[in-house]
């Protein structure tokens, strides 16, 4: 049931149903995410990922079931969710013509935060990256490495309860992949939950918990270790291959 030991969840979702037309995008998916978890969020492009992050997000109604976001109701508290959450894109989602110090002031105004709490957060933020000699520099000319670390430290300035990370690492080279990697741990370290898309397979080992979606249903979910004993796979990419091949 979905509120039982619900003190620690997060995000709580019970027979959820997302229905465009007579397409199912959302078939009858039911799971929880602790507080301080990273939860991989794994499946095939057109498995139904996206538009289960956008219920989550309260940017789109499900049809039907029971979804608590950071204790708030999608049906009725989007705007709670909204404030409680950060989220970054497959995409890129800071201003390239913005310097970075002028995307964090913009971000954090969005997000309520007061000019004092944004310059902390920011000098801190810059300090850790090693970028304060560059807070003045656009974000047009910096490598793509350093943007999407800009962009999770953005995603998460104002200390939110969630952050939904869409393909956080897609493009940039695997030394840049682990560093990010390093900041999600300690992200997650902190309190803030991690729900997390990827199509790297090994980067799905570094999860707490993994979720694979095929056809809009679950298949499976439990830690990567259980779930390559239960395939008898010999990593993350055999697990997700043999569940892949069952997609209609």
Not at 68 to 82: F, L, M, N, P, S
Not at 100 to 105: A, D, G, L, M
Not at 152 to 166: E, N, T
């Amino acid at each position: 049931m979905i509120n039982e030991n619900s003190k620690n969840y997060v995000i709580e979702v019970e027979g959820l149903v997302k229905k465009f037309g007579s397409f199912v995008a959302n078939d009858n998916l039911s799971f929880f995410v602790e507080k301080g978890e990273i939860f991989g969020f794994l499946g095939a492009n057109g498995a139904g990922k996206t538009t289960t992050i956008k219920i989550l997000c309260g940017l789109l109604q499900p049809t039907s079931g029971k979804i608590r976001v950071a204790g708030c109701d999608v049906y009725t508290q989007t705007e709670a969710i909204k404030r409680q959450i950060g989220y970054m894109s497959q995409r890129f989602s800071l201003y390239e013509d913005l310097t970075i110090n002028e995307n964090f002031r913009f971000y954090g105004g969005i997000y309520g935060m007061n000019k004092a709490a944004i310059r902390e957060k920011a000098e801190m933020m810059l300090e850790q990256l090693q970028l304060s000699d560059f807070k003045n520099s656009l974000i047009s000319t910096l490598p793509l490495g350093i943007k999407q670390k800009l962009s999770f430290s953005i995603a998460i300035m104002h200390s939110p309860q969630i952050v939904f990370l869409d393909e956080p690492t897609g493009g940039v080279d695997p030394i840049t992949r682990r560093q990010f990697w390093e900041m999600i741990y300690e992200t997650a370290a902190s309190g803030i939950t991690v729900f997390a898309t990827t199509h790297y397979m090994d980067e799905a080992e570094y999860c707490d918990r993994i979720s694979i979606m095929v056809d809009g249903r679950i298949e499976a979910m439990d830690t990567p270790q259980n779930l390559k004993n239960q395939y008898q796979a010999i990593d993350m990419n055999e697990v997700f291959l043999k569940l892949a091949r069952k997609a209609m």
